[in-house]
Each structure stands twice: as C-alpha cells, then as structure tokens.
C-alpha cells in the first residue's frame, strides 16, 4: 500500500514556508505493539471535551503522539524497534536517524486538542477527501494554509502534516516521524518541536487514492 507524506511550515510573523513530500510502500498488515496503555496520558486527553466527540482512530492520533513526547526514548524502543522489525523495508538510514534523535530528546510538552486546529483539520481533511485529486495543503477553493491558519486565530507559528494512506493512526504517526526521502525531515520536526503545545488532527475518506487522507495541524501558544 502506497502512503504519502506531505508537509507545510509558517510562521505567521514571517515569511518562511516549506513543502516537502514523499512516498513510500508497506505491505498491508496490522502493527499493533504489546504496550499496556498509559492510563496518565489517556485520563489527561479524556479531560478534554473536544477530545472526546472525535473518531478513534483520531484519538489514537493523540494518544500516540503524546506517548512519543512524553518519553521519546520508551517510543523508540518499545514502538519503533518492534515496527522496523515488522517491516524491515523501512529499516534505513532515516529510521535510523530517527532513533538517534528519540535517543536524545527529552519529555517534550503535551500536545492537547485545541478546537480551532481541530475545525481547520478537519475542514481540510474533508475537503481533500471529497474533491481534491492530490494532497495540498491549499483548499480546492484555493485558501492558503497560511489563510487558514489566520482565520483560526493562529497568533504564533503553526504546522501541518498531511498524509495519505491507511486509516492508521500510529502506522501514520511512525512514517510521518522517520520521513523517508524527505531531506529536511519536516514532519518529524514538526512532531518533535518543543515550543508546539496544540494539535488538531482529523481522518478523513480520500476519494481519489481510494484510502484515507490525515490532517495534523499544530501550534505554538
């Protein structure tokens, strides 16, 4: 199954953008690491409203990602390692880099659903799905991200991934975070960026792939 890895960064004080995408193929079985849930990161998500009217697979997108930041170095070795073994193609030098810096980040803060990030998500995630033919962080209206991110209130820095695939939320998050053939490794910064502090993620049908489509948009508060 081919999975498609797309990035955008603003700084909405400034001018600086980046787009990168990649693509990458794994066979079509389920990964499911032999993890007991961490009962302090899913009792913190479930505090929050906006938390809890979402999918499931979006909540996993929380979970994950807040287990990855919460103790990078565990991630690493009881979620990475076992995944590289399962499909080894993606064994390679950038899940290698990818380990040397879970290696040597530290606890990073929470990321908690914020409900403007969570609209612009899944705005986004619906319209690609619909009518969009490729993955853009642009509308099929043609309102930037950088609009998008300004009409939400966005006052600092925002950033989005997007990824297309199977309806996956910790296969998305483990591709988006080893960025295979993406040399500046922009989703990874983004999920691994200490001053982010707000998430919105949404799931949504992609017609024209004929399989999902994820929106991650993030901010600095």
Known sequence: MKHILFIAFILIFGPQFSFTQSMVSLED???KPDIALDTSIQNWLNSF????NLSIEEQNVYYWVNFMRKDPKRFSSLVLTPFLQEFKVMDNADSRSLKVDLQTNSTLKPLRPNSALIKTASVQ???LGQNGRTISHNSTGGKSFGDRMKEAGIQKCAFENIYSGKKDA?????LLLIDSGVPNKGHRKALLNADVTSMGASFAPFRAQQNFVLVQDFSCD
């Open 125 to 127: 995630a619906a319209d």
């Open 170 to 174: 910790l296969e998305a998050i483990l």
């Open 49 to 52: 409203p906006e938390y809890k």
């Open 29 to 31: 079985k389920d990964f």
